[in-house]
T-cell receptor, first 111, second 113 residues
Framework: QQQVKQSPQSLIVQKGGISIINCAYE??????FPWYQQFPGKGPALLIA?????SEKKEGRFTISFNKSAKQFSLHIMDSQPGDSATYFC??????????FGSGTKLNVKP | NAGVTQTPKFRILKIGQSMTLQCTQD?????MYWYRQDPGMGLKLIYY???????DKGEVPNGYNVSRSTTEDFPLRLELAAPSQTSVYFC????????????FGEGSWLTVV
């Protein structure tokens, strides 16, 4: 059973456009929602994270929107750049013991 | 500061063989994790450890074993390798209260033929 469902599987965006990746979860005990970025041949690295007591968190061009009632959260990449081309994973955790990851979204930003 | 180091980077195993993936971290993190990454499936937790001497199963532990004799090392053992274990394996670590960031190694590509 997939604890965190992520969509789309792949995404093509023009340079300067907005990239949006969505995730949904069922377990209401989850209390920490990070996003990880992975470049080919490398391990994932933390990009941005949010706790459920806020509805939005912004760091530079990256924003997490969080909808607690809908049990959904999304990553928005504003002014997408070719250097943002990577695979993005959402994740969720309960008490930070186990982290459950989504299936990943491969983003390709066209120049 | 090396972070999380995994060896080997690449390995080809024959069906039925055994091997150990090594993982060491130099950040004095108490939590350590082993994940496998399959195309379109994301990262699945195999085993994790909250500290030396303590390990627990994750989502997909069958066919694997771990040990945690020191804070720094968390080896993953594959017994009787099967084609279904062909995957990319990531070791990771985290410090309780350290911002909750998981730090990943660069991965070990394993093919079972």
């Amino acid at each position: 059973q997939q604890q965190v469902k992520q969509s789309p599987q792949s995404l093509i965006v023009q340079k300067g456009g907005i990239s949006i990746i969505n995730c949904a979860y069922e377990n209401t005990a989850f209390d920490y929602f990070p996003w990880y970025q992975q470049f080919p041949g490398k391990g994932p690295a933390l990009l941005i994270a949010i706790r459920p007591d806020v509805s939005e968190k912004k760091e530079g061009r990256f924003t997490i929107s969080f909808n607690k009632s809908a049990k959904q959260f999304s990553l928005h990449i504003m002014d997408s750049q070719p250097g943002d081309s990577a695979t993005y994973f959402c994740a969720a955790s309960n008490n930070f013991n186990k982290f459950y990851f989504g299936s990943g979204t491969k983003l390709n930003v066209k120049p | 500061n090396a972070g999380v180091t995994q060896t080997p980077k690449f390995r080809i195993l024959k069906i039925g063989q055994s091997m150990t993936l090594q993982c060491t971290q130099d950040m004095n993190h108490n939590y350590m994790y082993w994940y496998r990454q399959d195309p379109g499936m994301g990262l699945k937790l195999i085993y994790y450890s909250v500290g030396a001497g303590i390990t627990d199963k994750g989502e997909v532990p069958n066919g694997y074993n771990v040990s945690r004799s020191t804070t720094e090392d968390f080896p993953l053992r594959l017994e009787l390798a099967a084609p279904s274990q062909t995957s990319v394996y990531f070791c990771a670590s985290r410090l309780t209260g350290g911002g909750n960031t998981i730090y990943f190694g660069e991965g070990s590509w394993l093919t079972v033929v």
